[in-house]
T-cell receptor, first 117, second 113 residues
Framework: GAVVSQHPSRVICKSGTSVKIECRSL??????MFWYRQFPKKSLMLMATSNEGSKATYEQGVEKDKFLINHASLTLSTLTVTSAHPEDSSFYICSAFTGGRGNQPQHFGDGTRLSIL | GDSVTQMEGPVTLSEEAFLTINCTYT??????LFWYVQYPGEGLQLLLK?????DKGSNKGFEATYRKETTSFHLEKGSVQVSDSAVYFC????????????FGAGTRLAVHP
């Protein structure tokens, strides 16, 4: 089945550091990728929709200068948390979608746990 | 806007008990409906889906039927196992081209031997 690889799985870094998270579709081409944030014991909050070759679409309240998204190819999207602070600590999950109408499922990565000290 | 409401957890059951997790939705169009499962420390896995009214999704003993008249998509399993312990998310996919998912709050299931 469709596989999405997310890397790294866990990051611990100092406040002020920028952190890059990669999301790769391993056996299919992903025209659209999504980035979610999940707080402890909470649901997933969509941060942005990333389309290959174009600018990401951010959800209301998400700072696009803080969370930089690049979708340079059909198999790779990256999320960079710039100048991270403790409040950015969270579980970030990406998903990939091949395209088509809304009845196609998204395929999720295993997530990245980001801890800012 | 579109939304998904799930029953609050945690749900605690003994092994081999019957499971129901309620899910209702609000949508202006004709969404597709999904159940995802999240095991501790992992991302989400698609459990089952239904794309139109009266469709029944099933996988690994879990079932859910798309009920348009009651706007529901309740998850059921006849006999749960300890390995089913996880968080279950109901979600809908809006009509249109972007396949954006709207998730419910999630229901934590704990199954004890």
């Amino acid at each position: 089945g469709a596989v999405v690889s997310q890397h790294p799985s866990r990051v611990i870094c100092k406040s002020g550091t920028s952190v890059k998270i990669e999301c790769r579709s391993l056996d299919f081409q992903a025209t659209t990728m999504f980035w979610y944030r999940q707080f402890p014991k909470k649901s997933l909050m969509l941060m942005a929709t990333s389309n290959e070759g174009s600018k990401a679409t951010y959800e209301q309240g998400v700072e696009k200068d803080k969370f930089l998204i690049n979708h340079a190819s059909l198999t790779l999207s990256t999320l960079t948390v710039t100048s991270a602070h403790p409040e950015d600590s969270s579980f970030y999950i990406c998903s990939a979608f091949t395209g088509g109408r809304g009845n196609q499922p998204q395929h999720f990565g295993d997530g990245t746990r980001l801890s800012i000290l | 806007g579109d939304s998904v409401t799930q029953m609050e957890g945690p749900v605690t059951l003994s092994e081999e008990a019957f499971l129901t997790i309620n899910c209702t939705y609000t949508a202006t169009g004709y969404p597709s409906l999904f159940w995802y499962v999240q095991y501790p420390g992992e991302g989400l896995q698609l459990l089952l889906k239904a794309t139109k009214a009266d469709d029944k999704g099933s996988n690994k003993g879990f079932e859910a039927t798309y009920r348009k008249e009651t706007t529901s998509f309740h998850l059921e399993k006849g006999s749960v196992q300890v390995s089913d312990s996880a968080v279950y998310f109901c979600a809908l996919s809006e009509t249109g081209g972007y396949n954006k998912l709207i998730f419910g709050a999630g229901t934590r299931l704990a199954v004890h031997p």
